[in-house]
């Protein structure tokens, strides 16, 4: 892309475009604590004791440019990880360390909760487009050129002789500073068709435009269809990381500038509509964590339905078909029904009525039918209503306390408790003694029992 890779482990901290060893130490300081700085002085010293240097490297280097929180450590290791790692662990007490060797990455864990990732420096070669790239170790300067944007291919040296040490030999500290995504090679999009996906989130995130030769790239990589050749929980995995973003307008504006809103559905007609329902399904995702904080709830299948509410049913079937997604099977039941229950619920009057419309709906589905009406509507406050009070309605008598009056197991005990319950949501039972009498009533109990 025009840009000229630096000699092997070259630090540029004294050009004009690259921070000078004393700035890096300043932002270090200013935003990590000294204890966390103490933990890289000392994992330099150990990398290099052992020949292979440690680096800093991908998105806690990007954030600490930009003056943003850096919750992740990632550490390049130009060596044996495991070497270091266990080097690291018997310095100190309580410490853990995993180690994955099918990836040559280890996980350091500190007693407080600290925690390293170290992986080795490699190469990669793709053998065919959007297939898994194949590896073998590399220095820094090979690993920062394998990687998906000139933002995430800057380096800081932990080595004790030059702590600090900037390594940019992509520019990426330029593009930042000018709001840039730049790919690092031609066949970036087209080895790992998911780079479109990362380049959108940090798009949003960072407030990015495409570098105008990596727009060109995407656009040549779309009209390949590259993403065809891409599995489909690759696919959904980075999806799902798009639809997490809070920032959802930025999300609709970049999926329709990059061409990239068949990955989840047609085009929309009216997108500002569904941004509308999306920010009102968010509402309601939290909404509903509020009030039931232990209760599991896949907030993205709630966007998921409203993303595919006013589509072809087979449109959604066809991504569900080979996306690994939670619920993906009561999301096709909720969108075939959704329609339906939001006009009978318009016209239901008695509340046990009203309650089986939206017991008829997943737990995505109510929050997503939820989304599509105001707060003070009366279909929303009943689906309210149901989730808070209704949903945990439990008949006064159970099938024993039934048995115990004399009703004989079977099919017909079924549909008495059935009636019990829809005459509790309808009030008029409230206790064991009035279901009993209610019973009676209904000429289901003889009106003097033995």
């Known amino acids: 892309m025009g840009r000229t890779a630096l000699s092997s482990h070259q630090t540029i901290s004294g050009t004009d475009n690259s921070p000078p060893a004393a700035q890096i130490h300043r932002l270090l300081r200013q935003h990590w604590s000294e204890a966390r700085l103490l933990r890289l002085h000392d994992i330099g010293k150990t990398a290099a004791r052992l020949g292979t240097p440690a680096y800093l490297v991908g998105g806690c280097v990007r954030d600490l440019l930009q003056n ?199 085009v929309p007609p009216e997108p500002g509509t569904l941004l509308s329902s999306m920010q009102r399904g968010r509402q309601e995702i939290t909404w509903f964590h509020r009030h039931f904080p232990g209760e599991k709830l896949f907030d993205t299948s709630v966007l998921l339905t409203l993303i595919w509410r006013h589509i072809p049913w087979a449109e959604a079937e066809k991504r569900l078909h080979c996306w690994p997604v939670a619920d993906g099977h009561h999301i096709l039941r909720d969108l075939q029904l959704l329609s339906e229950v939001s006009e009978d619920l318009a016209k239901a009057t008695r509340p046990s009525t009203v309650a089986q419309l939206w017991a008829s709906l997943s737990l995505p589905g109510i929050l997503a039918l939820l989304a599509e009406h105001p707060e003070s509507d009366a279909v929303a406050e009943t689906g309210r209503h149901y989730l808070l009070k209704q949903r945990g309605l439990k008949s006064p008598l159970s099938g024993r306390d039934l048995q115990a009056m004399g009703l004989a197991p079977g099919p017909q005990l079924g549909k008495v408790l059935r009636r019990l319950y829809e005459a509790h949501l309808d009030g008029e039972i409230e206790d064991k003694e009035t279901a009993r009498q209610w019973l009676i009533r209904q000429g289901i109990l003889p009106s003097i029992q033995p």
């Open 68 to 266: 943003h929180p850096a919750p992740d450590t990632d550490l390049a290791i130009e060596g044996d990880v495991r070497a270091v790692a266990e080097a690291c662990t018997a310095q100190l007490s309580g410490m853990r360390c995993t180690y994955h060797p099918q990836f040559g990455t280890a996980i350091l864990e500190y007693p407080d909760g600290f925690r390293l990732d170290l992986a080795r420096c490699r190469v990669e070669h793709y053998p065919a487009p959007a297939a898994l790239p194949e590896v073998r170790p590399g220095d820094i300067v090979a690993d920062l050129a394998r990687r998906d944007f000139t933002i995430n291919a800057m380096a800081i040296s932990l080595d004790p002789g030059s702590f600090g040490g900037f390594l940019d030999p992509h520019g990426g500290r330029t593009d930042l500073q000018h709001g840039l995504l730049r790919v690092l090679h031609p066949l970036s999009f087209v080895d790992d068709p998911t780079r479109m996906l990362r380049g959108l989130r940090f798009a949003v995130r960072f407030h990015l435009r495409l570098e105008p030769g990596t727009h060109v790239l995407l656009k040549t990589a779309l009209a390949r269809d590259i993403f065809a050749r891409l599995s489909g929980a690759r696919l959904w995995r980075e999806l799902k990381y798009v639809l997490e973003l809070d920032d959802l307008a930025g999300v609709f504006e970049k999926l329709d500038a990059w061409q990239l809103w068949p990955l989840l559905r047609p």
